[in-house]
């Protein structure tokens, strides 16, 4: 049997069994060993998707100051705002499947180049294979942010494509929990909550899935209020927690009424009108938590062209994406700007950069 088959077992089980204080135990435990399998598939696909591409995998690499992915199903208009948004060539057509591989397109926004990777639709069961799905969804799990497309008349497939990327350990919009788990070679587990749990986690429950994981002795601190699923995920390991943005495209078809149905946010866009895509690259931009700061040298004013970092950024990380002797030889700089206390404050390498900052740096 081979891994898909195993899981949708293991799936039909789990959806069987119902749900209840008494059975939980053993849900967590199908939970787990599901988990178990998906890692497996998860890692096949990785492999394959990395740069260089290899077995029919898709060749990505990554480019300008952040990745942006496009995720929807077939004919969402995926390509056509690629090419509205980067003037960018993609194919556009009518049918389903149109795009057959990855094509990327730089969008330059606020002085950062934000690379847009337009992929092929992802299907239902993208997770387990259909359609390349596996190759796309492992396109996202290096991404910095996931662009959830939908289409103004398919707005309920939101979760479904929330689903997929789970699937592929990929966790939108959320963060990991906090829980330390530290095994060793004897003396059984000692398990312990500081913080009161709310979603049925119990020591009991924590025991039968961290055998799963063949985990007997040792210690674990569960320092948040937290779910199986993320107990599962810290032991599985592999997980990507990354923004999303949802885009409901072709309102050019439907009335304004139309929108105020939809009960989650989202930027609603015509991609083929090119209308609110200027909306859309600052919600882009933002989602990004991107900052521009500001080099001065010794001799001269402020540059112009700005040094985009990501949001919370201290000083000598942003010495390091300029040149690595600028690190190396770093002794203090001086700050002008929203996160100076006064003009050309001095600040050592740990001062965190705000938007709009100018520094100079002096070295050795
Ligand atoms: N009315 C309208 N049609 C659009 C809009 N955006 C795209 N389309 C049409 O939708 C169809 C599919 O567009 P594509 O951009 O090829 O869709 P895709 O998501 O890239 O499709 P795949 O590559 O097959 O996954 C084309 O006929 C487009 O002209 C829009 O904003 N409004
Ligand atoms: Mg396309």
Redesign the pocket.
């Known amino acids: 049997m081979g891994i898909s088959e195993k899981l949708a077992e293991l799936e039909l089980e789990y959806s069987k069994t119902q749900k209840n204080k008494r059975t939980e135990g053993h849900l967590g435990i199908l939970k787990a060993k599901m988990a178990k399998l998906r890692r497996e598939i998860v890692e096949g696909a990785s492999g394959k998707a990395g740069a260089g591409g290899g077995s029919g995998g898709f060749d990505v690499r990554k480019a300008g100051n952040a990745t942006v992915v496009f995720i ?1 199903l ?7 705002m690629l090419n509205a948004m980067t003037g960018s060539k993609s194919k ?3 049918y ?4 057959l591989s990855c094509i990327p397109g730089i969008m330059k926004h606020k002085g950062a180049q934000i690379q847009l990777l ?1 992929l ?2 992802v299907i239902g069961g993208a997770s387990l294979g259909k359609g390349r799905g596996r190759e796309v969804l492992a396109v996202a799990r290096n991404a910095d942010l996931v662009l959830l497309i939908l289409d103004v008349f398919d707005t309920n497939y939101r979760d479904k494509l929330i689903a997929e990327l789970d699937n592929m350990g990929i966790r939108l919009d959320q963060t990991p929990v906090d829980i330390a788990i530290e095994p060793v070679t004897r003396g059984g587990l000692n398990i312990v909550f500081s913080k009161k749990q709310t979603h049925g986690l119990d020591a009991k429950i924590v025991t039968g899935i961290l055998k799963e994981y063949g985990i007997f002795n040792g210690s674990v601190i569960i320092r948040d209020d937290a779910t199986v699923d993320q107990l599962i995920d810290k032991l599985t390991g592999n997980r990507k927690y990354i923004p999303s943005l949802t885009v409901i ?2 309102i ?2 439907v009335q304004k009424d139309y929108l105020k149905q939809i009960k989650y946010p989202f930027v609603p866009i ?4 090119e209308q609110n895509i200027e909306k859309l690259k600052d919600e882009i931009y933002s989602a990004l938590k991107m900052i521009r700061v500001y080099t001065k040298s010794r001799f001269e004013a402020a540059d112009d062209e700005p040094l985009i970092v990501k949001e919370g950024t201290t000083v000598i990380a942003a010495c390091a994406q300029i040149h690595k002797d600028l690190k190396q030889n770093f002794k203090f700089a001086k700050i002008w700007g929203p996160s100076a206390k006064h003009p050309g404050q001095k600040v050592g390498a740990d001062h965190v950069l705000r938007d709009g900052d100018v520094f100079k740096v002096e070295t050795r």
């Open positions: 929807g077939p004919s969402v208009g995926k390509s056509t556009i057509a009518a389903s499947f149109t795009t337009d092929p639709g495209n072709k050019d078809l015509s991609a083929d009108k």
